[in-house]
């Protein structure tokens, strides 16, 4: 069946530190692939998508490179602040079974002054 | 634009009590609609689905239930708590045709 495995945390970083938080998958079809943030208390929020191999998602400095050789959706950013401190969810939607979303279990973010 | 509002935003209930959790978007129609768990350790829990009104999917066994008496409502309810019902739950929804799906503020609900 599918599911989305990414890494164990939690990490912490220094601030302007260089992130990657590394995801794979596994899926039957042709997945659509996304990473959410949950900042503490809140819902989670769509960080960026992407819905084919080799697009790359990107919104507020973040990153991510759909890779289907590698089955991979690694997010980056070059620059961490305070205010990414948070929890990271790669998930994945796949056409062979509707809109049902696979989650990972999440990566707790902390960034330090 | 597109909102999806839960309340409350927080619930203490003692166990064997009933509960009620309301869902609502608005901004769209016909969309698929979801309640989640997450439990202490961050990870989610599909709990139920819905495609349509009076459609609902469950993914979990349990205690709970879930109905669609709108087109845009969603609740989640049991008739007795557990103390391991306990946890954040989070309504999301998404739009036919596309895949990703949109959260609400979530229900911190402690059993007590």
């Known amino acids: 069946g599918d599911s989305v495995t990414q890494m164990e945390g939690p990490v912490t970083l220094s601030e302007e530190a260089f992130l990657t938080i590394n995801c794979t998958y596994t899926a039957t079809g042709y997945p659509s692939l996304f990473w959410y943030v949950q900042y503490p208390g809140e819902g989670l929020q769509l960080l960026l998508k992407?819905?084919?191999?080799?697009d790359k998602g990107s919104n507020k400095g973040f990153e991510a490179t759909y890779r289907k050789e590698t089955t991979s959706f690694h997010l980056e950013k070059g620059s961490v602040q305070v205010s990414d401190s948070a929890v990271y969810f790669c998930a994945l939607s796949d056409t062979n079974t509707g809109n049902q979303f696979y989650f990972g279990t999440g990566t707790s973010l902390t960034v330090i002054p | 634009s597109q909102t999806i509002h839960q309340w409350p935003a927080t619930l203490v209930q003692p166990v064997g009590s009933p509960l009620s959790l309301e869902c609502t978007v608005e901004g769209t129609s016909n969309p698929n609609l979801y309640w989640y768990r997450q439990a202490a350790g961050r990870g989610l829990q599909l709990l139920f689905y819905s495609v349509g009104i009076g459609q609902i999917s469950s993914e979990v066994p349990q205690n709970l239930s879930a109905s669609r008496p709108q087109d845009r409502q969603f609740i989640l309810s049991s008739k007795k708590l557990l103390l391991s019902d306990s946890g954040f739950y989070l309504c999301?929804?998404?739009?036919?045709?596309?895949?990703?799906?949109?959260f609400g503020p979530g229900t911190r609900l402690t059993v007590t």
């Open positions: 992407a819905t084919k191999a080799d």
């Open positions: 999301a929804w998404s739009a036919r045709g596309l895949y990703e799906q949109y």
